[in-house]
């Protein structure tokens, strides 16, 4: 996760519209997969520089999650193991690549407006939450 005025802060996060299957059109957090070797945090500011333009450090270990979809006949067709990070810019320039049709920085209160990937508002809204309390 990659907030505009830092993980501190907090202020905008930035999105990225999927390009390609599955999910083509979908609203999602920056990320893919990993090459081989590569460690997680390698493979997080890779993934980032590819989808967005944009240089990160990894600041801090968020959540592991799981998604599982399923076809029309309820086997799992696709399943995900999600390792998420809250990263810092360091530089760069906002642009989408990869496959990525769009890239957005996107206010809290914008988030219901986009079509977003199963989880992720959830993901999303416990992060700022999590970031309030820590203020307190």
């Known amino acids: 996760m990659i907030f ?3 993980p501190k802060r907090l202020g905008p996060i ?3 519209q999927r390009g390609g299957s599955p999910l083509k059109g979908y609203w999602s957090l920056p990320g893919g997969l990993l090459e081989t070797g590569e460690t997680l945090e390698e493979g997080v500011v890779r993934e980032v ?3 967005t333009g944009l240089r ?5 270990f968020y959540g592991l999650f799981q998604r599982i979809m399923r076809d029309a006949k309820g086997r799992a067709e696709y399943h995900y193991l999600l ?3 809250v990263c810092k810019v360091e530089g760069g320039e906002l642009q989408a690549g990869d ?3 769009r890239v957005e920085w996107v206010a809290r209160r ?3 407006n986009y079509q977003m990937t199963e989880g992720t508002l959830s993901v999303i809204e416990e992060a700022y939450e999590r970031a309030l309390r820590k203020r307190t």
Do not use: F, I, Q, R
């Open 4 to 6: 505009k005025n830092g």
């Open 14 to 16: 930035l999105l990225v």
């Open 49 to 51: 520089l590819e989808e």
């Open 56 to 60: 990160v450090k990894v600041v801090d």
């Open 83 to 85: 390792v998420d990070y």
């Open 99 to 101: 496959d990525v049709a």
């Open 110 to 112: 914008d988030l219901k």
